[in-house]
């Protein structure tokens, strides 16, 4: 229950921070599970993390607190893989992996190779211990970036809360978990200042295209569109040269007429606005060569829009 109480909470960040899932180029719940294992067997190896024998852990439902049902060793191992993941990135290393006498020889194999690409790329590497897959393979520059940020954040809460010998973990905790806002924050780092805009991607699939190709289901035309994605979240960070000033939302939004819509936020001060129509039409002939070859039968348009138009694009269900 210790365990995986603590992945819950590290989900449930996850999640409520806009860093969840590989559709948008950030991490799926088997990534940060094993990121979180890797930790964990770091810390007690070395001695950092002691878990109390007598810790409670009471059965019931899911608040949305992320309190109920969690041993409370669970919250101790959340707080040391805050501090732990932040400086790990911090410090520029892109690869996490269990311990090699833990891993397959294919796992072993597989680690030289992904820590390469990652470190070119300057993305991450997350190493499945058996069949050796990159769980991290999504990763762009921008969004490792974000994922520093946030565990900065995390980190900060996590420290201050250590000097106050008065304060709850769980409370802490609860505090690490408040959901993130794009709209309205106004953190550093955050994209959300009022110097902010929007790169969305539309991708959507007409009725009478659905008459036309009724075998196209709509979890394929999701799974193109975040290709897509992060296809232009590289192409957006090459053009800007700015890769800490974007954020790709990991919120996929699907409107009441099936239309999916994916969004990056990117500081106004980081795009050339000059180039942007340029660019613009340049990246929409090219979702148009990519839909003709791999996706019949829907319509995919990428665009522009100011604050005033993310703020309406976030208001979508």
């Known amino acids: 229950p210790t365990f995986y109480g603590a992945v819950r909470i590290i989900k449930m960040w996850a999640n409520r921070r806009m860093i969840y899932g590989t559709q948008c180029g950030y991490i799926g719940g088997y990534g940060w599970t094993l990121w979180l294992a890797s930790i ?29 049902s969690i041993n409370t060793n669970a919250h101790t191992i959340a707080s ?15 690869v996490v992996s269990l311990p090699r006498r833990l891993m397959s020889e294919a796992a072993n194999k597989s680690l030289q190779k992904c820590s390469e690409l990652a470190a070119h790329r300057n993305s991450m590497a997350i190493i499945a211990p058996i069949g050796g897959g990159n769980c991290g393979c999504s990763t762009t520059t921008s969004t490792k970036h974000v994922i520093t940020v946030e565990l900065e954040r995390a980190s900060k809460l996590i420290t201050a809360f250590l000097k106050n010998n008065d304060a709850s973990l769980v409370d802490c905790i609860s505090d690490v978990l408040s959901p993130y806002n794009l709209a309205t924050s106004s953190r550093h780092n955050e994209i959300a200042d009022g110097d902010h805009a929007c790169i969305i991607l539309r991708i959507s699939q007409d009725a009478a295209t659905q008459v036309k190709h009724p075998l196209l289901r709509p979890s394929q035309v999701q799974y193109w569109g975040s290709l897509q994605l992060l296809q232009n979240v590289v192409a957006l960070e090459r053009w800007t040269g700015a890769p800490t000033e974007i954020r790709p939302v990991s919120k996929m939004h699907r409107t009441v007429n099936g239309e999916f819509v994916f969004a990056i936020a990117i500081r106004r001060s980081a795009i050339r606005m ?44």
Do not use: Y
């Open 40 to 68: 964990v067997i770091d810390e007690i190896s070395n001695g950092n993390l002691v878990l109390s024998t007598a810790s409670s852990c009471v059965d019931g439902d899911d608040n949305d607190d992320g309190n109920s």
């Open 80 to 94: 040391h893989f805050f501090c732990v993941a932040g400086k790990t990135l911090a410090l520029r290393s892109n």
């Open 274 to 317: 000059a180039s942007l129509d340029e660019w613009l039409e340049e990246r929409n002939e090219l979702l148009q060569a990519n839909q003709k070859a791999g996706l019949v039968g829907a319509k995919a348009t990428i665009e522009f829009i100011s604050n005033d138009g993310m703020q309406t694009l976030l208001s979508i269900p």
